[in-house]
């Protein structure tokens, strides 16, 4: 199943402080990864980028995540499955690309460093929520596959953006609101359900 959780502040922060909110995001959401726990921070752009793991494909060290390009610009933590990595990986094999592992995180991540997202995208057979972390742009991207199979909540406030893969994880931050919304409660008495873009928080 694995989950992700990240943030990025407005007004960055130490390393301490952000280790402190991702680990809690990561924890609220533990149950959706057994094998393993991995927190990246960037101090200097106020990021922090979290996974729980649970390990399908590569079982070994070499697919843990956040997992770095071998450029070291771009930064991912990922939850799903990539059908077709294996044929992905054959190309970027034949551009040169090295391999440290088998992990279909590694060829996601090499492939978006040389591709580029737009190119790479539609291509992706799979079930899917990614957030990739571009350190030279300073820029957080996050996608998901087309059917949403896999979960993926975001909050955006005064203090920075926040994403997860289950509301637990928003929750575990203090500036994340927890205000019950209303007409999302009313839809799912009435309905079982709260239709998407709703949450149970305004």
């Not at 995001?25 to 979290?50: Q, T, Y």
């Not at 450029?71 to 990986?89: A, C, H, K, P, W």
Request: glycine content about 10%.
């Amino acid at each position: 199943m694995c989950g992700i959780a990240g943030l990025v502040l407005k007004t960055g922060g130490t390393r301490q402080n952000l280790m402190r909110r991702a680990n809690a995001m990561n924890s609220a959401i533990a149950h959706r990864g057994p094998d393993g726990e991995g927190v990246w921070v960037d101090e200097a752009a106020g990021v922090a980028l979290a996974q729980r793991r649970l390990a399908i494909i590569d079982l070994s060290e070499t697919g843990a995540q956040p997992m770095v390009s071998a450029s070291g610009r771009f930064v991912i933590t990922y939850n799903g499955e990539i059908y077709n990595f294996q044929d992905l990986r054959k190309e970027l094999e034949a551009e040169g690309i090295p391999f440290r592992g088998t992990s279909d995180t590694e060829v996601l991540l090499e492939a978006w460093s040389l591709w580029g997202q737009a190119a790479l995208v539609p291509r992706l057979n799979g079930m899917f929520a990614i957030a990739l972390w571009d350190r030279q742009h300073r820029q957080l991207t996050l996608v998901r596959d087309p059917f949403g199979i896999k979960p993926l909540a975001w909050c955006s406030n005064g203090d920075g953006f926040f994403f997860g893969s289950e509301i637990k994880a928003l929750s575990a931050d203090p500036s994340c609101p927890r205000t019950l919304d209303q007409a999302s409660v009313a839809a799912y008495l009435r309905h079982g359900t709260i239709p998407a873009p709703w949450t149970i928080y305004q």
